[in-house]
């Protein structure tokens, strides 16, 4: 019995060692170039210079006031703002005509027009549409019926379709002053329950309709969408619920009192709120303005917040305090250098002695030291420019090509048997996949390495083969 016994304890002694290896495995650290060993590799040089990309950045803000007129968006304007290394736009349309009826064909007509000036010059746009400016007491009623505003919803949806190319984020505006969702007559002044928010859910359920879903719709306080959504501040998106077409992943954010006092001027009602913001930031649009000059808009919180909140765009007009502090104290630059998405290539690796017919494998290792992954669909092509052209689309999203991550794109393509000869340059495009913008060079993503860029295409050369 005593032989059995122990037989039975040096036994289970053994399982427990065996049990302790396996949960302490002898791994070193993973090794991110591991799949491309065999390949010859290329180094690149970052370039730290500012230029322009799309869908990033800060914007010039511009009002238009249907009872002032219709002046179309100039190319003289977008040249100049161009020559700043903007691609964004904001637009406001105060649709104060049209209180108390639809909109008429005319404005409908003038709003295309100015979509077509930002097509043409290579530009996308934040926009938002409102009624009037003022919230002062004499200035009731401060926005229309909710059956008038339905009514221009309805309206608009063809040209939120026609116009999706070059909508960068559709801010939901519309109730309110300022089309801000605060000082309203119709949608519940002060709203604290759910039920209080059913009117302003039923605004957003007609916008989310009109708007492709292929474009976010921005709400200015993270309480309205906890609220109309019935959700709690700890059910944000994740790598896995986002981008999914849900209606949460389609809810960007627009703070227009950034770091302008302790809670934004009201922005954030608690600090639950902030970290939801944080977390759905990482993969939805964020941006707005700054309204007031604080102790919270000092560089150091500045940068610390740019950062959380995943920065994407930035008013430049406004609040000029704030801007000139940042500027004084030396991290206007720094924001801006960061804010949206910074791409760059630090190493490829490419088959050493491609041939027709056979596999051409490229590894690439992308970094991004911007504040957000880019945020809107985008195509991933490998295009071999020489004696002919060849595009080749890849399985890949930049909207998953987070800050501070190192992503890895693993190509692999094969080359037509009857491709003409000669030399090529491999090249990484990042077009809009929008088949209005595709071909536009202004619409494709420009890497931060030196060198590499060719304005006349929008392709990032990464290497040269012989076939």
């Not at 089309?179 to 519940?188: I, L, P, R, V």
């Not at 604080?294 to 609040?319: F, I, P, Q, R, V």
Request: proline letters at 5%; aromatic letters at 12%.
């Amino acid at each position: 019995m005593k032989t059995k016994a122990l037989l039975v304890v040096l036994g289970l002694s053994m399982l427990a060692s065996w049990c302790i290896s396996c949960d302490k495995p002898n791994k070193g650290p993973v090794d991110p170039d591991a799949d491309f060993v065999s390949l010859r590799r290329v180094d690149f040089d970052v370039d730290d210079k500012e230029f322009a990309n799309p869908e990033r950045g800060w914007f010039t803000h511009r009002e238009f006031k249907a009872s002032s007129g219709m002046s179309v968006i100039s190319d003289e304007l977008l040249e100049a703002q161009r020559a700043l290394n903007r691609t964004l736009i904001y637009t406001i349309y105060y649709l104060d005509s049209f209180f108390e009826s639809p909109i008429s064909q005319e404005y409908l007509n003038y709003l295309d027009a100015n979509m077509d000036a930002l097509r043409r010059n290579g530009f996308k746009c934040v926009l938002r549409f409102a009624y009037k400016r003022s919230y002062s007491e004499n200035a009731h009623p401060w926005d229309p019926t909710q059956e008038v505003i339905n009514g221009h919803v309805e309206q608009l949806k063809p040209f939120f379709q026609k116009n999706a190319d070059v909508i960068f984020v559709l801010e939901a505006g519309f109730i309110g002053t300022f089309g801000e969702w605060y000082y309203t007559d119709n949608y519940n002044f002060d709203p604290k329950t759910v039920e209080d928010y059913i009117p302003r859910r039923g605004l957003l359920d007609r916008l989310l309709a009109a708007v492709p879903d292929k474009r976010q719709i921005a709400i200015r306080y993270p309480g309205a969408i906890i609220s109309m959504l019935d959700i709690t501040a700890a059910d944000t998106l994740t790598r896995k619920t986002a981008h999914n077409g849900s209606i949460l992943s389609r809810l960007a954010n627009h703070n227009d009192c950034f770091v302008s006092s302790n809670n934004d001027v009201g922005t954030y009602q608690s600090l639950v709120q902030r970290d939801f913001v944080y977390a759905n930031s990482k993969y939805t649009i964020w941006g707005g303005e700054t309204c007031n000059l604080a102790l919270a808009g000092h560089c150091e919180n500045s940068l610390l917040m740019s950062k959380k909140h995943h920065m994407t765009y930035l008013n430049d007009d406004y609040h000029k305090s704030v801007l000139n502090r940042w500027k004084e104290e030396g991290c206007f630059d720094e924001i801006s250098f960061h804010i949206g998405y910074r791409l760059f290539i630090d190493r490829a690796f490419i088959t050493p002695e491609p041939a027709k017919g056979q596999e051409l494998h490229v590894g690439l290792q992308i970094h991004n030291e911007g504040y957000s992954a880019p945020q809107n669909p985008r195509k991933v092509e490998l295009v071999l420019v020489g004696p002919e052209t060849r595009v080749f689309d890849i399985d890949a999203d930049p909207r998953f090509w987070f800050e501070d991550e190192e992503s890895t794109l693993n190509i692999k393509v094969t080359l037509p048997e009857n491709m003409a000869s000669g030399k090529y340059k491999v090249c990484l495009n990042l077009p809009d996949p929008e088949p209005t913008l595709h071909d536009n060079p202004r619409y494709s993503i420009r890497l931060a390495n030196k060198g590499t860029w060719d304005e006349e295409t929008g392709y990032n050369t990464i290497t040269e083969i012989t076939l």
